[in-house]
């Protein structure tokens, strides 16, 4: 197999505001693998918090080309790259997909490098990629949250009312403002704004265990479902010791990176937020959705801005998911790619071989 790759710059519609930073766009790579006339996609975004920049991704991918030449086809390589990937610690890929002498991969590009194999695999066979991963029935299709970042009630209440007007029924806010007064009169605008829609709550890990014991009452109080970690990560024991006695559901993200988080967490809080660039890809967020299956830990599917090309594997599982917040794409001010919805609140798999996936270039000039 042969493969190559591409940088290109998101920039959002607009600057969207959390806890702990501001952010106006993000940079993705894109790998493309081709073996039999057939092409695979995947993309890497750029993450601070991960510490991945553009340049690390790209010679991260580079290294992972020549891995990828080894194999005859998409099929062994996936296979490998799961055997190798089974017990994964944060941070880790697993020694199945390096070599001697080779670094493990960062998560983010494992899942790059599975999503282009996947993509190809699904084309070369005739059959999307939830087919491959053995579910059955219509395409996946789920109603995904749609985001809105630290901003003034007023702000807050007018993207409330079009979100809710173009069809979504679940709105996450972001939390975690100097003052936490800010963020309830954000909720009670937004709350007054959209009263039938569920009200999903993020902190982004900005509050002491203090803060979030005498805010969480107040948040339940304004029908917000559940919140998204709302203590600093490093100390999950404290975050599964508030989930004992919160009014609210507690979704573990910043401390539940892979599979052992989950294994330490499962049973113990309400949800775990599986990101497909965090865990490692769709085979390790299928191994903890497995793990957490009966324990009264919901799935919930999440990811980080990127284009469609990077939203598409996670929304291949969004049927197995409690909480499905896939929206990174409708953050972009130009999304590349096109193929999994979502404008009208709800995302779409496709029926179509692999991903399902298309560059509105090549879309354009096909048409």
Not at 111 to 125: C, F, N, P, R
Not at 178 to 192: G, I, S, W
Not at 311 to 323: E, G, K
Not at 339 to 344: E, M, N, P
Request: charged share 25%.
């Amino acid at each position: 197999m042969k493969a190559r790759q591409r940088t290109v710059r998101l920039e959002l519609t607009e600057p969207l505001r959390i806890s702990r930073s501001t952010m106006t766009a993000r940079e993705a790579v894109w790998l493309t693998v081709e073996h039999e006339g057939q092409q695979g996609h995947g993309e890497a975004v750029t993450s601070v918090y991960y510490g991945l920049d553009a340049r690390t991704l790209e010679r991260l991918l580079h290294a992972k080309a020549r891995w990828l030449a080894r194999f005859p086809g998409p099929e062994s390589a996936l296979e490998a790259l799961w055997a190798g990937a089974g017990e994964a610690g944060p941070g880790e890929a697993g020694a199945g997909e390096t070599g001697p002498g080779e670094a493990a991969a960062p998560p983010a590009v494992t899942a790059a490098v599975e999503s282009a194999l996947l993509d190809l695999a699904g084309k070369l066979a005739g059959a999307p990629v939830h087919r491959l991963l053995g579910a059955r029935g219509a395409p996946p299709r789920a109603a995904t949250a749609r985001t809105i970042g630290i901003t003034s009630p007023g702000r807050a209440e007018a993207q409330a009312v079009r979100l809710v007007r173009d069809g979504f029924s679940v709105l996450k806010l972001k939390a975690g403002a100097p003052d936490p007064a800010h963020d309830l009169a954000r909720v009670r605008a937004v709350r007054a704004a959209a009263p039938r829609a569920r009200l999903l709550l993020d902190p982004n890990g900005a509050w002491s265990v203090r803060e979030a014991r005498r805010l969480l009452p107040l948040f339940a109080e304004l029908g917000v479902e559940a919140v998204e970690q709302p203590l600093v990560p490093g100390d999950p024991e404290a975050l599964a010791k508030l989930a004992e006695r919160s009014p609210l559901p507690v979704i573990a993200d910043e401390d539940a990176v892979g599979l052992e988080d989950a294994r330490r967490l499962a049973g113990r809080v309400q949800g775990i937020n599986v990101k497909l660039a965090k865990c490692g890809g769709v085979g390790a967020a299928l191994r903890i959705a497995e793990l957490i299956e009966g324990t009264g830990t919901g799935l919930m599917l999440g990811c980080l801005t990127a284009s469609t090309l990077g939203i598409a594997p996670a929304v291949h599982l969004a049927n197995r998911a409690r909480w499905v917040d896939l929206d990174g794409h409708l953050l972009l001010a130009d999304d590349p790619w096109t193929g999994i919805g979502g404008a009208d609140g709800t995302v779409r798999a496709s029926p179509n071989p692999g991903l399902g996936v298309v560059e509105r270039g090549a879309e354009e000039a096909r048409a």
